[in-house]
């Protein structure tokens, strides 16, 4: 079965620090979020991505948030200069039209 | 503000038990919602769907009412293995973002 791919399962990185995280959604899917769930909270979504360009964003995906689909298949979440609170595990989904999203299995994000 | 509740639990049952889940939502224009399923530090997991008429997947029995903004998951004869949390989610969005409910445990015993 077709899987999406994170890269790296953990990063660890110092506070104000930029940090890139990587995904490979299932490929003939077309649309890309990501989300993030602090420890011991609920799953929040961040931002939906369609067609090269944002289609929606919550409150949490200020500016020090980009998304970008670099290429074919990488998706990829940047944090410009990370803080504190951002620690959380990131979750990137994809899923084709009217169809559930598929979610990867997570980058675990450690902010020092 | 948009919001899906669950109670947190946790649900302790036997193996055998049947066990009830149930949700409710504040968005009355969503119109999917899902069951997912999520182990200890996983990704969350589609464990289906949910249609007003009802469905079924074996053990799995989902529910929604629209009337009551109410969405319900039945699993019948549990197993250890179904021992994880449950997530209601609904659509938020027009561009499909999820919220997410923060979960019920479940935790089945021998």
């Known amino acids: 079965e077709p899987e999406v791919t994170q890269t790296p399962s953990h990063q660890v990185t110092q506070m104000g620090q930029e940090v890139i995280l990587r ?17 011991g909270q609920k799953v929040e979504f961040l931002v939906s991505f369609y067609n090269n360009e944002i289609s929606e964003k919550s409150e949490i995906f200020d500016d020090q948030f980009s998304v970008e689909r670099p290429d074919g298949s990488n998706f990829t979440l940047k944090i410009r200069s990370t803080k504190l ?5 990131y979750f990137c989904a994809s ?3 009217n169809q559930p999203q598929h979610f990867g299995d997570g980058t675990r994000l450690s902010i020092l | 503000r948009k919001e ?12 055998g038990a049947t066990v009830a889940f149930n949700c409710t939502y504040s968005n009355s224009a969503s119109q999917s919602f899902f069951w997912y399923r999520q182990d200890c530090r996983k990704e969350p997991k589609l464990l289906m769907s949910v249609y007003s008429s009802g469905n079924e997947d074996g053990r799995f029995t ?23 949390t449950y997530l209601c989610v609904a ?13 019920t445990k479940l935790s089945v015993k021998p």
Do not use: T
Request: contains cysteine; proline residues 5%; charged residues 20%.
């Open chain 1, 23 to 39: 995904c490979v959604p299932i490929s003939n899917h077309l649309y890309f979020y990501w989300y993030r769930q602090i420890l």
């Open chain 1, 85 to 89: 609170e951002d620690s959380a595990m």
């Open chain 2, 4 to 15: 899906v509740e669950q109670d947190p639990g946790p649900f302790n049952v036997p193996e």
């Open chain 2, 62 to 84: 989902a529910q929604l009412n629209r009337a009551s903004q109410y969405i319900s998951l039945l699993i019948r004869d549990s197993k250890l293995s179904d021992s994880a």
């Open chain 2, 91 to 103: 659509y938020g969005g027009s561009q499909g973002n999820l919220i997410f409910g923060k979960g």
């Open chain 1, 95 to 97: 899923s084709a039209d």
